[in-house]
């Protein structure tokens, strides 16, 4: 039985393939979803009624959130939620227009402007999401006399606004140097390549190699942008992120954060030279043809800025929280993959198996994130767990409990 599911599940995304004169077709003809809702297994769009932080209310009941991304705690902080309040107060709900026209206000320029010095860059322009970031950047500064280059496990907006964009797209494999220097080395010396990483890759929650990876953009003369979506906030000094950490900020050309990790928001930012900066507000279609970033979630980034630099202890105590989880975790016995930050993966294997355990830590209080094939490799389907640092030690502890109890009982996820 569960090899059926697995086959089933692993196969699912050929029915976008599907073709026929009826488009709407294969949507009607889609059962799997809903045939896993109705065993029980499926494991999104699950809607919560109320947000403690590291606890939220679903399905009546309590439960310790292990699946957020909300690194500092703070989309509950008092301060955050009072400066979203004022500035619906000041500017209303919405500016009902993109950037480009009518869409842009104070608070983003403020919000600009703090970003860019806080990450030592010389500019730095706001976009609604961290996905239209990336996409606004590639449809920028991808053309055909260009090309983007990328790593394999690059998240899914960075393979979207290469799609979007008018360039050819070429991948290396996942953190090897050498297979991006063969690849850089294949480029006609007429093309711009653009390289473009993760600065923590958001499944597995390891690092950019970055050391390793930009030593081969300089011998090629490539350009090098780190989405540091997960990384920023919490590493490197202050918490600006990845390039931060391994003392690499000036080796970087542009550096995309996003607003909805550990800013509690919803946004994103590009920062860098202020002509390139210029130049993707000009070019950039996602930050033209889509109304901007709301002034309540501007105002709760710019807050939470604020008190991320206020108080670093934050972003230390959140790395504690996920060093000691990794610890427990695999001295229980469970294979955790290399991560090196506050994300910490427990690798499953196949994709029902993750789905049985997703369901299982749900059923115990333990609310986590399965991520399986495409999502994942096929064969390592992973249980993504996320800390921040508004966890208790007692919440730690309850989790680690229901933790030990499922390893005992399921022997595929013994560490072989």
């Given at each position: 039985m569960t090899d059926d599911w697995n086959t089933r599940i692993n196969t699912r995304h050929l029915t976008k393939e599907e073709g026929g004169r009826d488009v709407l077709k294969k949507a009607f003809d889609f059962e799997l979803a809903q045939q896993i809702r109705d065993s029980g297994y499926f494991p999104y769009y699950h809607?919560?009624?109320?947000?403690?932080?590291?606890?939220?209310?679903?399905?009546?009941?309590?439960?310790?959130?292990?699946?957020s991304n909300n690194y500092l705690g703070l989309t509950t902080h008092p301060e955050v939620k009072k400066a979203a309040k004022e500035a619906i107060d000041e500017f209303g709900s919405s500016l009902t227009g993109s950037r480009f026209v009518n869409g842009s206000c104070i608070l983003h320029e403020k919000l600009e402007k703090a970003l860019a010095q806080f990450l030592h860059k010389e500019d730095a322009v706001v976009f609604t999401t961290g996905y239209q970031a990336n996409t606004g950047l590639l449809t920028a500064l991808?053309?055909?006399?260009?090309?983007?280059?990328?790593?394999?496990?690059?998240?899914?907006?960075?393979?979207?606004?290469?799609?979007?964009?008018?360039?050819?797209?070429?991948?290396?494999?996942h953190n090897d140097a050498h297979d991006l220097d063969r690849v850089l080395a294949s480029i006609p010396q007429d093309k711009g390549p653009l390289i473009m990483v993760d600065g923590v890759y958001s499944v597995e929650g390891d690092f950019a190699q970055l050391p390793q990876l930009i030593p081969i953009a300089k011998k090629h003369q490539a350009r090098f942008v780190v989405d540091d979506a997960h990384g920023f906030g919490v590493m490197g000094p202050g918490g600006r992120g990845t390039a931060a950490h391994f003392g690499l900020e000036d080796d970087i050309d542009l550096l995309v954060v996003t607003f909805s990790k550990s800013l509690a928001s919803i946004g994103g930012c590009i920062a860098g030279?202020?002509?390139?900066?210029?130049?993707?507000?000009?070019?950039?279609?996602s930050i033209i043809f889509s109304a901007s970033c709301p002034p309540a979630s501007t105002a709760a980034a710019l807050k939470a800025l604020e008190i991320l630099q206020r108080e670093p202890e934050r972003g230390q105590t959140v790395k504690r929280h996920g060093e000691y989880m990794k610890k427990h975790l695999s001295q229980m016995g469970y294979a955790l993959g290399n991560s090196d930050s506050p994300i910490i993966p427990i690798i499953v294997g196949e994709d029902f198996n993750t789905l049985i355990i997703w369901k299982e830590l749900f059923d115990q209080g333990v609310y986590t994130n399965p991520f399986i094939f495409p999502a994942a490799?096929?064969?390592?389907?992973?249980?993504?767990?996320?800390?921040?640092?508004?966890?208790?030690?007692?919440?730690?502890?309850?989790?680690?409990?229901?933790?030990?109890d499922l390893i005992k009982k399921y022997d595929f996820l013994k560490r072989q």
């Amino acid at each position: 039985m569960t090899d059926d599911w697995n086959t089933r599940i692993n196969t699912r995304h050929l029915t976008k393939e599907e073709g026929g004169r009826d488009v709407l077709k294969k949507a009607f003809d889609f059962e799997l979803a809903q045939q896993i809702r109705d065993s029980g297994y499926f494991p999104y769009y699950h809607p919560i009624a109320q947000n403690d932080g590291p606890e939220v209310q679903l399905n009546g009941k309590k439960i310790i959130m292990l699946g957020s991304n909300n690194y500092l705690g703070l989309t509950t902080h008092p301060e955050v939620k009072k400066a979203a309040k004022e500035a619906i107060d000041e500017f209303g709900s919405s500016l009902t227009g993109s950037r480009f026209v009518n869409g842009s206000c104070i608070l983003h320029e403020k919000l600009e402007k703090a970003l860019a010095q806080f990450l030592h860059k010389e500019d730095a322009v706001v976009f609604t999401t961290g996905y239209q970031a990336n996409t606004g950047l590639l449809t920028a500064l991808i053309n055909k006399q260009s090309c983007a280059v990328i790593d394999k496990c690059a998240h899914g907006s960075i393979y979207d606004g290469c799609a979007m964009a008018k360039g050819e797209t070429l991948t290396f494999q996942h953190n090897d140097a050498h297979d991006l220097d063969r690849v850089l080395a294949s480029i006609p010396q007429d093309k711009g390549p653009l390289i473009m990483v993760d600065g923590v890759y958001s499944v597995e929650g390891d690092f950019a190699q970055l050391p390793q990876l930009i030593p081969i953009a300089k011998k090629h003369q490539a350009r090098f942008v780190v989405d540091d979506a997960h990384g920023f906030g919490v590493m490197g000094p202050g918490g600006r992120g990845t390039a931060a950490h391994f003392g690499l900020e000036d080796d970087i050309d542009l550096l995309v954060v996003t607003f909805s990790k550990s800013l509690a928001s919803i946004g994103g930012c590009i920062a860098g030279p202020a002509k390139v900066i210029d130049y993707i507000k000009i070019f950039g279609r996602s930050i033209i043809f889509s109304a901007s970033c709301p002034p309540a979630s501007t105002a709760a980034a710019l807050k939470a800025l604020e008190i991320l630099q206020r108080e670093p202890e934050r972003g230390q105590t959140v790395k504690r929280h996920g060093e000691y989880m990794k610890k427990h975790l695999s001295q229980m016995g469970y294979a955790l993959g290399n991560s090196d930050s506050p994300i910490i993966p427990i690798i499953v294997g196949e994709d029902f198996n993750t789905l049985i355990i997703w369901k299982e830590l749900f059923d115990q209080g333990v609310y986590t994130n399965p991520f399986i094939f495409p999502a994942a490799d096929k064969g390592r389907a992973v249980i993504r767990t996320s800390y921040m640092a508004t966890h208790t030690q007692e919440h730690l502890d309850r989790a680690l409990n229901i933790f030990s109890d499922l390893i005992k009982k399921y022997d595929f996820l013994k560490r072989q």
